[in-house]
């Protein structure tokens, strides 16, 4: 066997077992699953919560959000795929208070502030000018 094949096989195997630590990892989280379970990416730099999507009867969504507010969301059939979806997205590392603690900072504030300013010129309720004049204003 030469060096390059070792090297292969090594490879392999270590990914072999990197799936298996993600698949324990996952199993293990998933026990704990519930409504409001908040997970973070590796970074420290995003979450994810898990809710029941409001807009959507029945489907559930995870909500992620960093230290300036909500980001982006998944909507999913069910609790267990919004959380499968999260976990695949890098959320893994179980974070309870986490949107708490976020939200009583002034970053969030002010990234809420601007969210709401940027909602409003979206949807054509204010000029560009306004928006900016605005955003400045936060600051």
Not at 56 to 64: D, I, L, N, P, T
Not at 88 to 117: C, N, P, V, Y
């Amino acid at each position: 066997m030469n060096m390059n094949t070792t090297s292969q096989i090594t490879k392999r195997e270590r990914m072999r077992l990197n799936i298996q630590q993600q698949n324990v990892e996952r199993q293990r989280l998933a026990e704990r699953l519930e409504i409001g379970m908040t997970l973070c990416n590796r970074d420290g730099t995003s979450w994810a919560i898990l809710l029941a999507d409001a807009s959507q009867s029945g489907q559930f969504r995870y909500q992620v959000f960093d230290a300036k507010g909500f980001a982006y969301h998944s909507t999913h059939p069910s609790l267990r795929q919004a959380f499968d979806d999260a976990f695949t997205s890098g959320f893994r590392i179980l974070d309870h208070g986490a949107l708490d603690r976020l939200a009583a900072t002034e970053t969030w504030r002010k990234g809420m502030a601007f969210q709401a300013i940027r909602d409003d010129y979206n949807a054509g309720r204010i000029s560009w000018d306004t928006m900016v004049q605005r955003a400045k204003a936060i600051e």
